[in-house]
Each structure stands twice: as C-alpha cells, then as structure tokens.
C-alpha cells in the first residue's frame, strides 16, 4: 500500500503534464505525409478562412463562386461540409474525391493557377495539401460533436517597439473544453488596424512601419485577439518619463500607456480653457 500511495501521486502528476501539453502546429505535422486525421472544426474550417475561400470576395459572397458557396467566415460549419463534399461545382463534380483524395479538384484547382479563378491558393505538396489528403483519406468527416473553443491566446500578449523597422513573430494558441492546447498560427488569419503603424502578414509576423499605437488582430475558430503594438513617439520613456499624478485607477492605467509611448499628458486646465479646446 505504501507504494500504491506514492505511485498514485506520480500517475497523477504525469497525466497532468501530458495534458498540460502544446499540440505542435499543423504546419509541422502535415510536413509530410500523416497517419493523423484533421478535424473539420480545428483545421479544415479555420483553413478555408485562412487561404480566403469563404471571404465575402470568393466563395464566401452570396452567390458563391464556380459552383461553390461557402458560409461567409464559416459560420454554418454543416453547410460548409456539405458544399465541399456533395455539392457538384460548375464541371459538375464534387470537391472530395474519397478514393483517390490527391486528385481531388479541392487540392488540383488552388494548386493550379491557370484553371483556378482565385490562383494558386498553395502549392502541391505543401503542408496544406497533406492536410486536405489526409482529411480525405480519413473518410472527410465534418463534426460530429461540436468542440468548443474556451481562449484563443495570443502571445507575446503586448508588443512594444523602440522605433520602425522592428519586427516580432506572433503565436496564435487555441484552448478547448477538453483541456487541449493546439498552436495554431499557421490557421489563424491576421489583420491590423493601421497599417501606417505597424503591418501584418499572413504568418503572424509583425512590423513597425511608423510610431504610435495601434493593434493587430488574430482570427481562429470564432475566436478573436487584439494584440496592442507600441512604438514611442520619443525617447521618454520608462525612467526618463516625469512623474505624473494619478487620482484614480482609470487614471493609472492611462498614464501607464502613455508612459510607453512617450506622451505627457497636459496640466490640468480650467473648465473655460477645455472648452475653448474642445
């Protein structure tokens, strides 16, 4: 018994590590050929949004496109499934093709650009291909049992930059109900509030094009995260900030952002001056 009771807390221990795990990127287990099976709701859908298939200007508008519509940003996941699996396009075939998934017109037309209306949405062999194959050749099942997305987590979770030109690597991390955390980066779609400030590219990578603040956002799942971008518009910063008073909490977090990016607020004025003002 007494070493039942050491073994338990071990067990326990290790149970909560694995679970406490960070699932790699699909990027990376689709590098190659996989023997796991994507799931329609983590990485199919998120996929569609990422490459743009279900954006109001492609398949996502009203009217779809070449035969096929999908939900705009994949908000009716049944439908979506049912589109790309059963639905016959403007050729008069369906998307998935079960017995041989590499021939599948969902990998042949956004591989190739010239029968493609879109272009080439990814290239053959990629990640993303493998990823499609191996849904198919999973028998290209859409949800079963919808999973619910409990954060989505950005990190780092505030970037703050010295001057433009500066750049920063996004990562885009996925909580479930069931305990799992997946590193989604490579599904998540990105865009920014102020391109003059700071830009964002497909991947997740930052960079400073102007000083100010502004943010960027990522997209997954129905999930959404605003990342503040900082870029002083001087050099007070941190210690060489003069010492401002604070009267409330409101007022403390203000200055704490302005301190930052290196803006002092004015003196207090009188009721007529503000008006004046404003």
């Not at 679970?19 to 023997?35: C, G, K, Q, V």
């Not at 509030?193 to 129905?222: C, K, P, Q």
């Amino acid at each position: 018994m007494r070493y039942a009771s050491l073994l338990i807390p071990l067990l326990l221990s290790s149970a909560a590590v694995a679970a406490d795990d960070l699932i790699p990127p699909a990027a990376e287990r689709f590098s190659a050929t996989a023997d796991e099976v994507p799931d329609f709701q983590r990485h199919i859908m998120p996929l569609m949004g990422r490459l743009g298939c279900n954006g109001r200007a492609c398949h996502g508008s009203f009217q779809g496109r070449g035969g096929l519509r999908l939900s705009l940003f994949g908000y009716d996941p049944k439908m979506d499934h049912e589109a790309l699996t059963k639905v016959e396009t403007d050729s008069g075939e369906t998307l998935v093709n079960l017995k041989s998934p590499d021939d599948s017109p969902l990998i042949q037309y956004p591989t190739d650009a010239d029968s493609h209306e879109g272009g080439e949405r990814f290239e053959k062999g990629s990640w993303v291909s493998h990823l499609l194959d191996a849904w198919m050749r999973g028998k290209a099942l859409g949800i079963e049992k919808p999973q619910r997305l409990v954060q989505l987590e950005v990190l780092p979770s505030e970037l703050v930059f010295a001057k433009p030109g500066e750049e920063s690597q996004l990562q885009v991390i996925a909580h479930w109900d069931d305990g799992s955390k997946e590193d989604v980066t490579c599904l998540a779609r990105f865009k920014t509030n102020n391109e003059a400030i700071a830009e964002i590219d497909e991947n997740g990578r930052v960079v400073v094009m102007g000083r100010g603040d502004t943010h960027v956002v990522a997209f997954y799942d129905n999930g959404v995260t605003a990342v503040p971008v900082l870029t002083p518009v001087n050099e007070l910063t941190g210690d060489k900030y003069p010492q401002v008073a604070v009267a409330t909490k409101v007022d403390e977090l203000v200055v704490a952002k302005l301190r930052k990016l290196g803006v002092i607020p004015s003196d207090v004025c009188s009721d007529g001056a503000f008006l004046r003002r404003v």
